[in-house]
């Protein structure tokens, strides 16, 4: 089924309408293989009065190219099949947060001047709306109240059901076997925010979108950016399907789909591969810092009743992370005896033996957790790189034809621990500029969003993120964690961002880490099955699926060139930074380290954090064909 096939069908079961008749079909011979026509039907309407424009041009058949190629000498080139596109007003890339407030705020713009035929259209990777959603989650809800001030309202039919009032909050710093309360900052005080699974905020946030128009397409993963004549961005391009991982097509193949729009809207999220190609093409880091990461393991559990607290909120810094290594963990009481908890560790960590993955199955050790989690069900896992480098790493965030929003660029509050907020005004900052900025426009030439980097500057994710500017670069001290506390309490509580100078992040996370021979090795205990568990154990739980038949989409160019710079030095640093066991180093005899590295790429949870990690950077994450990596549940 070709890509316009599938936005239909998926279209018509949305709207609850029969699909169209089938199109005339033209065989035509083009480039020595047949290919076929679509003569569209007309325009498929959907509610609120959005469409699919049924006007794309071509796909081949799927079987007399593949095995036109498959039987070829010469190497399969996709692009000498072209591609079929559909024109829209507004593409979002990403189905998360900041992607679904933007494309609610476009559409509720449009239908308010009464404008339905304004096409808003989403892409989303997932095979579902926050299937690869993770978070802790704590959310203030200033964004959404202005987005959707009734989302809570009992009176709402279609109001969020699970939201957990947040309630007493704790902030602790942990020995091995003992838990020292310290004061809460200010920043951290969760009074009228909420616990909620993120996962679920995402759906519920889809459905919100579908409601009042937005074409919101999950499954379809955008790889490729698309650039006009005069440099603009003109829209993206969805992944080929069907390719073997001999790089030959399969009876299965398909063309990927062009969507070519006035102002396309980057919301991947961290890291995202889309992202990384514009900040380069424009150089949108010119002005900036560098981008500093962690990576978040998360567990939710399914506690006793009796070892329920609804709403209670604990932090916690130390223990198990080394001095030099920032970090820290959470314990979040929400829903029906439900807990989650998890543990954030700084991607610039030094040591290359140590496993995010294994310091939070020592962090369920002890006590503090343990006594909650005892008894009780883990239900789900997932794991996540999120954004540290806060205020003096933001990019610029416009670009001629397009911009980042959320966490594309970057707009995490870390002393907060809180991103969600930003991340949806920011997509809600993004889409008022397009907005005005289409409907001043009487040209087709490119567009460029100077409102939104205006409105950026005078809102209220500047202000919060410049006034916490220094606590995050101020654990680079050779005291550590001991070190940052301390600035960072003084930060808080007295200076409050009121100081002329601005720390730096050091280097990048990757030039952080130090040969192995130089660090001490860290040993971590056989997992019990009850409280810590192995790392394919929790895979499992992630509902990830990949088709294996495919390019590996985590590329490295030489295998055997990485494993000969790379395994020397760091000893298979990335089976230890990896918290899903994608990466080994085999026992190999014949190779001339001993070694030979293999990437289980079926295993990818989607984190990133190899593309982030890897010394020589020589890891280059992309995504899958669409629908495929994680299902996340409750995260």
């Not at 990048?508 to 154990?537: Q, R, S, V």
Request: aromatic content about 10%; charged content about 25%; overall charge neutral.
């Amino acid at each position: 089924m070709s890509a316009s096939a599938r936005l239909t069908t998926r279209l018509c079961r949305r709207a609850g309408a029969a699909p169209p008749a089938a199109p005339t079909i033209r065989f035509q011979q083009a480039r020595g293989i047949r290919s076929l026509s679509l003569v569209a039907p007309g325009r498929l309407r959907r509610p609120h009065g959005s469409y699919l424009a049924a006007h794309t041009t071509r796909r081949c058949l799927s079987t007399t190219p593949a095995r036109f190629y498959a039987e070829a000498d010469d190497a399969f080139d996709p692009a000498s099949i072209e591609r079929e596109s559909d024109e829209v007003d507004v593409c979002i890339i990403g189905g998360g947060p900041a992607g679904l407030a933007a494309a609610i705020r476009l559409k509720q713009l449009a239908n308010e001047e009464g404008n339905e035929d304004f096409r808003v259209l989403l892409l989303e990777k997932a095979g579902e709306i926050g299937a690869h959603i993770l978070s802790g989650a704590v959310i203030q809800p200033t964004a959404i109240n202005e987005l959707i001030p009734d989302w809570l309202d009992e009176g709402n039919d279609n109001r969020f059901t699970g939201a957990t009032p947040a309630g007493k909050d704790s902030m602790r710093f942990l020995t091995k076997s003992m838990s020292i309360p310290v004061p809460t900052p200010p920043q951290m005080h969760n009074h009228g925010n909420y616990i909620v699974s993120l996962n679920e905020f995402t759906k519920w946030l889809g459905e919100r979108a579908e409601e009042v128009g937005v074409e919101v397409y999950p499954g379809f993963a955008a790889s490729e950016v698309l650039f006009g004549p005069d440099g603009s961005v003109k829209g993206v391009a969805t992944n080929d399907l069907g390719i073997g991982r001999n790089g030959k097509p399969k009876d299965s193949f398909e063309r990927g789909m062009e969507f070519h729009a006035r102002v396309t809207l980057f919301g991947e999220g961290c890291h995202g591969s889309l992202s990384k190609q514009v900040i380069k093409k424009f150089d949108l880091r010119r002005e900036s810092q560098p981008q500093t990461y962690g990576l978040g393991v998360k567990e939710v559990w399914e506690v006793q009743p009796e070892k329920f607290k609804k709403g209670e909120i604990t932090h916690s810094m130390g223990f198990p992370l080394p001095y030099d290594t920032y970090g820290g963990a959470w314990m979040y009481h929400f829903g029906d005896n439900l807990v989650s908890i998890g543990q954030v560790v700084a991607l610039d960590y030094p040591n290359p033996w140590l496993s995010p993955y294994g310091e939070f199955q020592k962090l369920k050790q002890h006590p503090l957790y343990r006594n909650v989690l005892e008894g009780g069900k883990c239900i789900s896992y997932g794991a996540r790189a999120l954004i540290e480098g806060g205020f003096q790493s933001i990019p610029k965030m416009a670009f001629p034809g397009g911009a980042l929003i959320g966490d594309s660029a970057g707009l995490v509050n870390v002393p907060k621990i809180k991103g969600t907020h930003n991340a949806m005004k920011s997509g809600m900052l993004a889409a008022e500029a397009a907005w005005n900025a289409l409907r001043e426009s009487h040209d087709a030439g490119s567009v460029f969003l100077y409102e939104y980097e205006d409105a950026l500057r005078k809102s209220s994710i500047w202000k919060e993120l410049k006034e916490v500017r220094n606590m995050r670069p101020s654990f680079h001290s050779p005291l550590g964690v001991y070190g940052g506390m301390l600035y960072s309490g003084l930060e808080a509580f007295v200076l409050r961002g009121r100081v002329p100078w601005t720390l730096r992040h050091k280097v990048a996370d990757h030039a952080a880490t130090k040969k192995a021979d130089d660090c001490e090795k860290i040993e971590y205990p056989k997992p019990d099955g009850k409280l810590t568990f192995d790392i394919l154990t929790s895979v499992s739980r992630t509902g990830t699926n990949h088709e294996e038949d495919q390019p590996v989409h985590l590329q490295v160019r030489d295998w055997d060139k990485h494993t000969a710079e790379t395994w020397p030095a760091f000893k298979g640093l990335e089976n230890r930074f990896c918290p899903a066991g994608v990466y080994e180093y085999v026992e190999d005899a014949s190779k001339p380290e001993g070694v030979r590295f293999q990437i289980n790429a079926q295993n990818c949870i989607h984190c990133k954090t190899c593309d982030i990690k890897a010394p020589n950077q020589d890891i280059n994450w992309q995504v899958p064909q669409g629908g495929e990596g994680p299902k996340y549940y409750m995260t």
